[in-house]
DNA sequence: GATGAATGAGCGTTCATTCAT
DNA sequence: AATGAATGAACGCTCATTCAT
């Protein structure tokens, strides 16, 4: 049970990166995140932005030149920096264990992650909803998360087959049952807020199952 | 974008006038949802769908009064005709089985469902994404798909608990399960084509395993 | 003298080249012009344009896709159409001449031309103004009408000299001192209107007495 | 772009505020000056005269309350100050003259005012183009100058003309072929960089031979 | 005095929608 | 029914100008 998560380290250590970003800027940041989860990114006006942050249409333009950079800007730290951090910490508190059961996986993938969707329902909306329609995003998210997948999830997958805890099924397969899993709980936050205490276990348990050995 | 006709009131309308659509109405429809699904509703303007119809802009607008109608229109007869046929004829065929195992149902459901994925793939993926991003698509969707559900598809969930086939969890995070399994399927196919043959088998063991009792 | 003079029919040629522009798009070609020429292209706005051609702003767009197009079909008929065929038409006629006179090079280049400056001083001042401020324009209009001047003025001048009926200065020079005195006219035109018929013999003696031989 | 304050306004404020200019703002006159040749004074930003000259763009408005008061600025020294001073030596220098050549005359204005030229090509250029474009710099810049030539060449004109020096045409026409022909060397100037001592002779003969008596 | 973040009017441009043909 | 030119509201974006620091 990873219970050293940095969801939130990983989120300051993401913000310190962004420099000092000034508050006014920092607010059409936070607007524009919330329009984006909203409405989607086509049917936000950068004017909506502005009022929602409180400044001046010019000053959505002030840091981020056009209204697809600040797509950018709100996708980037979670995609290049939450992400990552999080994966590979997971990864080393995971992969270093000599007796790793398929619960301990699962348990620890699911928990920490479910925390994460709760707490960034927003930005994983716009993620998705953008990912299904940009090829750009696709083509910005796609080689950010395989290769952290190949390297830090597969390996510790790789390792439960091998010692019969896992059923021996495709990694890529595997990831997807548990990614899908995950994500139709992002879905159903979308019709109602719901707190995550309580889905965690069921989900453990049905994931864990659904990937036992026959 | 949405103005004053909502959705649902498009939706009415385009129920009410369908049976003879002329074959170019049929190539406007057509080229909406694939465009739709390629680039998402926002981002297709109506020139792209008359180029890609072969008929001029102005006959786009024949028969659908706004852009938002032709959505509706789009998404009408999948959402009010073959959804509930579908799951009308499933209810038909399982629930009235006097021994229904757990695998006969997950497979009777994801089988059908993972072909009807794979050829519908436009629509789902449209339904999807504009599920995520408009208020006025959810409020269409729901309220069909909901009773499908409740009165389908949860007598029979129940009478499997009952029977000790299937866990005793509520209702709507098994059917969360089951379609957020299916619909990872529906993102993956975003990624890359697959046919879904493959596919079946796996997701079959995966949900009828995670849905087993303890 | 060359009186078969041709700037009406090369205009007509010009504006067939053009195919048949509807009488909208022809109303905001004019419209624009007028204003270039009145007020410069970058201190007139596409509203102005649009207003003064009695048409909606959109229908500005419907043809020339950005306003730099707009310029550039403002000028490219001149530069491309009616410069060429002007020039090409002079030097039939005065290049086969057997035994040409200063005079009556010099009378049927001013002649000509200031009636064309009269009739075009829009698009002259216009070009004249973006040639001093815009790169692209001189980049349009430089390989256009040099080799123009090379292949039909400067073998005129040449043969002109080696009869002894032309002082030996540089071609280019002494095409920048017609051009340069023809052009004062045109500044003159900003300042009041002035019929041309008085100035032209003036200048016809001013240059032919200034280029005549020592 | 021109408001209420006409530049004939800035001039005025411009004109009597001059004698202690700051380095700084020396520095954004200069790069103003610089800018607006190269692109004209429209396409040209305060922000890159603000990078340009070094300074934060809120030092361009310290002593320039406008963009018009800084074309006014730029403009002023030279139109009020060069200019005439250069006209009033000429005309000390040549007018006191019991007798006075066609060719003194000629070469004394050629040959000063070509170095002029040279070394103001900017100032010109921003002249000459402004001029073609706004009715204000017009308006300013006429009644500044037609005095200057009337009461300082045209007389001198006149005693030449009485000699038998100069062709008997109206002044006005005298002057404009005289500056019309170094205004070629300006445009000329846009096209590529030229040393001005090679064309003072030949321009002095052109102009001389031209407004030769018959 | 100097700075540069902030402003907002107004620009060029797009596009859903209309309508004369 | 079908067309596509025309419309104009509204978009993303620019930039002259202001002002708190």
Known sequence: MVKEMTIQDAFQSVMATRG??????????????????????SNTTTKQIAARAG??????????????????????????????SLIGDFANNIVKRDYLTRHDL???????RLHFIQENRDVLQVLLTEFLVRSDVREQLIPQVMPLLQ???YPVLDRLKTNGELIDWPDDRIAQFMIGTMMSQLVRGVLADEEVESVGPIMIAFIEKGLAPE
């Open 106 to 112: 699962i348990a620890a993938v699911i928990q920490d």
């Open 151 to 153: 390297h830090n999830l």
């Open 20 to 41: 000092d970003v000034p508050p006014k800027q920092q607010r059409v940041l936070a607007a524009s995140l919330v329009l984006f989860a909203e409405q989607g990114f």
């Open 55 to 84: 400044v001046a249409e010019g000053t959505v333009y002030r840091r981020y030149k056009t209204k697809d950079e600040l797509l950018a800007a709100v996708l980037a730290p979670f995609v290049s920096g939450v992400l990552p």
